[in-house]
């Protein structure tokens, strides 16, 4: 049973009071410390100081509960809980630690409060803070939506003072002299005397002390790694492709398999004749799992060539089977039956449309691959009602979940084993490799097997980001906005990925309108409206989610009006903000970008601001014309995530995520024929190139009251900032996703 089904009822009443619109629970519960995993398995003269740090005689282990996918989730962590603790990198190892209830993520679920994210009002406060809440009693772990930052922060900040006041208590104990009187450095607890101990002497003294729960957090000016230039812990073992990652994971007795299931996803296996493959050399046997088989060899390279030999009767997809019915739905979701909700709606709109010359446009975002370069992997051992699993994922207490349901065990006999990820992009927040592997295992109980996803299967059952269409309508008066009105129309990726998990959505998505009704902008008449297209193929959360493609819709519908008043794009910007960090951001990114300045003939520049996750970002971009098509030239970043914890590390995600708006917008989409994706690998789902990247210049502010993650919100202003600048050097106004339908790039 899932922690929140274990609340009695008169805890629930004697820990909540009502608010308007919902129940925000008090604090007696919350406050309540969960339990530390760690205390379940300790050795003799092993101390669990936090679930946070482990120490004994020989080691000290901090646990880094944050899946990493590649964003060095681990190295922040760590760097967090040292900070604190007094330790120096390389003075410990890192472990990802046992799903437990005590590693809740505190961000994530207060980003699904449907207030803007820079709200302090009242209610948004108790709305999120309800939902906070909530995320402890259901013991909410999770990596994604840019929150490992805002959550570890404070957190694992205060698990590391925890440590250390606990070790000096120890080391009091020990020496007679009072705490106040000792000091740490390094990894010691140090006497008045110069006289140390290590917290690894002291670990068995501490094992039979209480938890120290009254502790200062160091102020900034006494930080030594927080703020600093470091190096990641995983970057000498990337950089010398000695990294471990979950695909290539072996254990004696390992089989390898490769899965075939039906290509026009949620379709019927009808049959199949596995009689080539089983001849095929390095074939054991041929299983049976939802949907399709799987091929068991003695390698990988075997499993994929035999599952290919497979011959399938597959039944038709449960949506449309060509493109252009998936568009015509989306295009025929903007009535009133399939409003989600308006999100925004200040002054009168209509009057303001009806007495102006409208400005019209419609705009459209594709489906598109996550695509990361290690595909979907997973290793399971069924054995004795035991299942042991080894993978990457974001969400491992579901994952223990859902493993349990198909392998029909107890919860607590799926012992998952985290490892670090080569991407996500949201890829990894879905199960299908989870299940297929445990209906493999407890098939072949006693027998590891590792399921490896070919790069084609994982192209063809991915779950892509959400297809969407906008249309605005605004009025210009006197060399000004005048008026704005956006209808934004998607299928819901949350909808769709979490009922995959089993998990109902209630109220309206968010993520339709994200990037969208929340820009900080004082048109006098502003409208957002949000339409839910019904299901269609199968989506679900894309780096950014919803903000990767209204973002583009907001921004760049806002360029044309401001073209259309005659108004500079930045000078218009910043008349109407009324936030003062996102006018900081603004004025920022014109300032690094030398904006107002010459190009010069065939050159163009762009810009766009997306307020997504709570951080506002604004981008410049430069191009140029040339006979062969459009080159990127210059990328000019401003963001403000309140305090930056590892500046090198900001400084690559900014970069990382410029690349990554910028590569899809110009080249990637996911398209179906006869109900298949007919996008098999990179070749024809093709990212930026290393010759198409620019020269790109990154400065981050931190003006803003909260801690931020910078992870995502780069991406939704890049494909707007790109369009408005081809915009200015070509007079082409590029409205519709991938940009390579309509100009050419070098």
């Known amino acids: 049973m899932s922690r929140i089904g274990t609340i009695t009822r008169r805890a629930f009443l004697v820990g909540s009071v009502a608010i308007a619109g919902g129940v925000a629970f008090g604090t007696y519960l919350y406050r309540k410390p969960a339990a530390n995993p760690l205390l379940d398995d300790l050795a003799e003269g092993e101390a669990a100081l936090t679930p946070w740090v482990l120490i004994d005689a020989e080691k000290i282990t901090l646990i880094t509960p944050h899946s990493d996918l590649g964003q060095g989730a681990v190295s922040m962590q760590a760097m967090l809980l040292a900070e604190e603790l007094d330790l120096e990198f390389g003075q410990f190892e890192t472990s990802p630690g046992v799903p437990s209830p005590a590693y809740y993520n505190t961000a994530m679920a207060t980003e699904l409060a449907p207030f803007n994210a820079h709200d302090t009002s009242v209610q948004a406060r108790a709305v999120r803070g309800g939902l906070g809440v909530l995320g402890k009693f259901i013991g909410l772990q999770g990596t994604g939506g840019s929150s490992s930052v805002p959550d ?167 949506y449309p089977a060509e493109m252009e019915g998936h568009w015509a739905e989306v295009a025929a979701s903007f009535t009133e039956e399939r409003l989600d909700k308006e999100w925004r709606h200040d002054g009168d709109v209509d009057a303001a449309v009806s007495e102006g010359q409208a400005v019209e446009s419609e705009y459209r975002a594709p ?160 409208r957002v409206r949000a339409y839910r297209v019904p299901e269609l193929a199968p989506t679900s959360s894309w780096r950014s989610v919803g903000a990767s493609t209204q973002g583009f819709f907001a921004s760049a519908f806002l360029d044309e009006l401001i073209h259309a008043a005659g108004a500079d794009p930045l000078a218009e910007r910043l008349r109407l903000c009324t936030h003062d960090v996102s006018r900081k951001v603004l004025e920022a990114v014109g300032e690094i970008s030398d904006w107002g300045s010459s190009l010069g003939e065939g050159r163009g520049r762009g810009l766009a601001f997306v307020d997504s996750f709570g951080v506002p970002v604004a981008e410049v971009v430069e191009v140029t014309e040339t006979e062969d098509g459009i080159r990127i030239d210059k990328v000019f970043v401003a963001a403000d995530v309140g305090t930056i914890v590892d500046p090198v590390n900001f400084d690559n995600h900014v970069k990382g995520a410029v690349v990554w708006g910028l590569g899809h917008a110009m080249n990637c989409e996911i398209t179906y024929s006869d109900g298949m994706v007919e996008q098999a690998n990179y070749f024809d789902h093709e990212g930026m190139r290393m010759h198409q990247c620019p020269e790109i210049f990154v400065k981050g502010l931190e003006t803003a009251p909260k801690v931020r993650g910078i992870g995502e919100p780069p991406v939704p202003p890049a494909a707007p900032a790109l369009a408005a600048a081809i915009f200015d050097a070509t007079g082409t106004r590029l409205r519709e996703m991938p940009f390579n339908r309509f100009v050419d790039f070098v």
């Not at 595909?375 to 974001?394: I, S, Y």
């Open 152 to 318: 570890s922060f404070e957190k694992l900040r205060t698990a590391g003072a925890v440590a250390r006041e606990t070790l000096k208590r120890a080391a009091s104990e020990r020496s007679g002299i009072n705490t106040t009187a000792l000091r740490t450095e390094a990894g010691k607890v140090i006497l008045p005397d110069g006289t140390a101990f290590t917290y690894q002497e002291l670990a068995a003294d501490t094992a039979g002390l209480a938890p120290v729960r009254k502790v200062r957090l160091r102020e900034p000016s006494e930080w030594r790694l927080i703020g600093k230039e470091v190096q990641r812990l995983d970057i000498l073992a990337k950089s010398t492709g000695t990294q471990a990652y979950g695909i290539d994971l072996e254990v004696e007795g390992m089989v390898h398999a490769a899965v075939k299931v039906n290509p026009r996803q949620g379709g019927a296996l009808n049959g199949y004749d596995a009689s080539a493959a089983l001849e095929m050399r390095g074939v054991s046997r041929v299983v049976e799992v939802t949907g399709g088989a799987a091929v068991i060899a003695d390698n990988t390279w075997r499993a994929f060539h035999a599952a290919e030999a497979i011959d399938f009767d597959w039944g038709p997809a449960p």
């Open 367 to 526: 489906y598109v691959a996550h695509a990361p370069l290690e595909p979907l992997n997973a290793l399971a051992l069924f054995e004795a009602g035991r299942l042991d699993l080894w993978a990457a994922h974001q969400m491992p207490r579901f994952l223990q979940q859902i493993a349990a349901r198909v392998a029909g065990i107890d919860i607590g006999q799926v012992h998952f084993h985290q490892q670090y990820a080569g991407g996500s992009f949201g890829h990894r927040l879905e199960f299908e490799n989870v299940r297929q592997a445990v209906e493999i295992a407890i098939q072949m109980p006693g027998t590891p097997v590792k399921l490896t996803y070919s790069r084609e299967e994982d192209f063809a059952h991915d779950f892509p980001r959400q297809i969407g269409m906008a249309r605005g309508v605004g009025t210009v008066k006197d060399g000004r906005v005048e008026s704005y009105d956006l209808q934004v129309a998607t299928v819901s990726s949350s909808a769709s990925q979490t009922a995959r998990m089993g998990q109902p959505v209630f109220g309206p998505d968010g993520q339709i309108a994200a990037g969208a009704w929340n820009q900080p902008f004082a048109v006098p008449n502003f």
